[in-house]
């Protein structure tokens, strides 16, 4: 987990409104409390100042948010590695760090429905060279 | 169709694309079918496959190619994620905490792995799912097309190329009109061929992919020869390369608007222009020899 001081300022003001229209199926888990939330992006690099990745399942890193304590990690997509079925393997990824949402350029065919089962909310953005920290300061 | 001993089989291949091997195979076919031997083509492009449009054909015989798919018995599963950790190709989905299990059958390559690895529990079944279909088609009395085809969404047309092969393989002659490329779809292709013809242009594109073509097979010691297609084209590169490393220069077809037009028309040079006929039975020869 990497935090600095320049990171919490970046983030001070950033305050993620916790969805409530999600809908919860028999197969949801449930995030560990209702207040926190974990917002992943994929980025091109291990820094905030990166690009955001428009492939979900083959980014370099995904660029986790804890909008309660405003810590950041950054988490190697080892996925990339696969040969085929990056995106599910991308999505047991975020599953494991308890995402609850997911912002990416592109979600495709095979990975919409895991996430969906998994209730991780997906947020598609549009346009080249929107940094992580820019994608951040707009989910205020 | 009664069973023969092994015949020969040609395999006619580009690591470029459009370079003719359509072409060249269904004219190959229909010079050698008038030559009465007993003949099949084999359209192993199973993801576009297109020689069809030259020889038509009535359907005789179609087939699915299937592979088998897990299936999870949610009543019997622990949901221990064994099943997900053998499997290679991320075909199985497997999240513990939110008991999530999936399979994902456009991944799946039909190994078996996970059936294994559920053995204590048995939750896994297996079902058949349709990869793609070989289609027969007779085309004169001693000739026929067998065309693979596969699904669309389906990972790999390698086992449907190897059925249709398999199919057609009681003939005296096989051609198989063989994938672009070098990946799996070319190597299972041109494994069970005697000779490779490769079918290049004189243009540098052209050139760079024999040349990947050459290593390829020359790594299978698969013996190959080159048509040199559109002939008048591009540069002499192709001619000093083939010189030099010794690669036999089988025919050249000449770029010509004539010929392209029969082409675009659907239509065989060898049927159109007889002389050619005489053209590609002496390749034929040169591949046998």
């Known amino acids: 987990v990497l935090k600095t001081e320049s990171n919490e300022q970046m983030f ?10 999600r809908s919860f199926s ?12 974990k917002v992943a992006i994929s980025s091109t690099a291990d820094t905030v100042e990166a690009s955001v990745d428009s492939r979900f399942g083959r980014c370099a890193y995904f660029v986790v948010f804890d909008t309660e304590n405003h810590q950041v990690e950054f988490i190697k997509n080892t996925a990339i590695d696969s040969s085929q079925g990056a995106g599910p393997a991308a999505v047991r990824i975020l599953a494991d760090h308890q995402v609850s949402k997911v912002i990416s350029g592109v979600f495709g065919v095979k990975v919409k429905p895991l996430l969906e089962a998994l209730s991780i909310e997906m947020q598609s953005v549009k346009g080249d060279g929107l ?9 205020k | 169709m009664e069973a023969h001993g092994p015949g020969f089989t040609i395999a006619v291949a580009s690591g470029k694309g459009g370079t003719g091997k359509t072409f060249i195979s269904t004219n190959l076919v229909n010079a050698l079918e008038k030559h009465a031997f007993r003949v099949a083509l084999v359209d192993c492009d199973a993801e576009e496959p297109n020689a069809r449009e030259f020889t038509g054909g009535k359907l005789i015989a179609s087939k699915d190619v299937t592979q088998k798919v897990p299936f999870i018995d949610k009543s019997h599963c622990v949901y221990c994620g064994a099943c997900s950790e053998y499997c290679a190709y991320n075909a199985i989905f497997f999240v513990k905490e939110a008991r999530v299990i ?6 799946c390559h039909g190994c078996g792995a996970c059936s294994v690895a559920c053995k204590p529990y048995g939750a896994i079944q297996e079902k058949d799912d349709v990869l793609g279909t070989v289609s027969t088609y007779q085309l004169t009395a001693t000739s026929r097309l067998v065309e693979s085809r596969m699904k669309v969404g389906v990972h790999s047309p390698v086992r449907i190329i190897k059925e249709a092969i398999r199919i057609a393989s009681d003939t005296d002659i096989v051609v198989l009109d063989a994938p672009p490329g070098t990946s799996c779809p070319f190597i299972q292709t041109v494994t069970s061929a005697d000779f490779v013809v490769l ?11 024999l040349k990947q073509s050459v290593e390829t097979l020359r790594s299978m010691n698969k013996p190959c020869g080159v048509v040199v297609n559109r002939a008048g084209l591009g540069t002499r590169d192709v001619y000093d390369y083939l010189r030099e490393e010794q690669i036999p220069l089988l025919m050249q077809i000449p770029f010509d ?15 159109e222009e007889p002389t050619w006929q005489l053209q590609f039975n002496q390749m034929y020869n040169q591949l046998v020899e």
């Open chain 2, 102 to 107: 999936r399979v994902m059958e456009e991944l």
């Open chain 1, 26 to 37: 028999e197969n949801d888990y449930t995030p560990i409390n209702d207040i926190c939330m």
């Open chain 2, 257 to 271: 608007r004539r010929i392209a037009r029969i082409y675009s028309e659907g239509k065989l040079l060898t049927n």
């Open chain 1, 131 to 139: 940094t992580v920290v820019e994608v951040l300061k707009q989910l």
């Open chain 1, 12 to 21: 001070n003001n950033i305050h993620l409104l916790c969805t409530s229209n």
């Open chain 2, 199 to 209: 079918v290049t242009e004189p243009t540098p594109f052209g050139l760079s992919d």
